[in-house]
């Protein structure tokens, strides 16, 4: 009778404490449930204040780019109002030294497209020599680097390239201070 107690008894131990894990394992589910959730709300705040980030962003680029189209609108106005106060100064100088008017007309559209002409020459076109210089002593340099090395030539392509940058963007700066380019 004692056996069969004592076995009752450690039965009731065993389930017991079996369902008392799974009320532990039930409540620490939810628990992980709920900290899943909150977390989720915590990354779904982090997307809106990017999203709100790059808005913003979006807006002050916009706001640049407006900005950089109104100067750009004012400098080729002020370049107009330049180029045809040249062209009326030369209209006045060229009127006044002819006698007739129908000549004068044709003469002051000529010195007009004369003048423009000029300012078009003198505008500084295409690459410098120093930018010429950078791009071909990068390549070249990034190119030996990378045949020299062997162990690593990545590594050597990298080193050639900026000292080929280098050393190409100085040659060619001189070469823009000779040609007038550039000043010192």
Do not use: H
Not at 103 to 125: D, E, I, P, R, V
Not at 153 to 179: E, F, S
């Amino acid at each position: 009778m004692k056996k069969l107690f004592l076995t009752g008894f450690a039965a009731t131990l065993i389930l017991t404490s079996c369902n008392k894990d799974e009320k532990i394992q039930t409540a620490s589910l939810e628990q992980q449930k709920l900290d899943y959730q909150a977390r989720q709300i915590d990354l779904e705040k982090q997307k809106l204040a990017i999203e709100k980030e790059k808005i913003t962003f979006e807006r002050q680029k916009d706001s640049l780019n407006k900005v950089t189209a109104e100067k750009e609108a004012e400098r080729k106005a002020a370049n107009q109002r330049v180029a045809s106060r040249k062209s009326s100064t030369s209209r006045g100088s060229s009127s006044g030294s002819s006698g007739g008017g129908s000549s004068s007309g044709s003469t002051a559209s000529n010195s007009g497209s004369s003048s423009a002409g000029t300012t078009t020459a003198t505008k500084k076109k295409g690459w410098s020599s120093a930018a010429k210089g950078t791009v071909i002593g990068t390549v070249g340099g990034a190119a030996a680097g990378a045949i020299i090395s062997k162990k690593n030539p990545g590594l050597g392509a990298v080193i050639g390239g900026v000292a080929g940058g280098a050393t190409g963007y100085t040659i060619g700066r001189a070469n823009d201070r000779k040609t007038g380019r550039v000043q010192k």
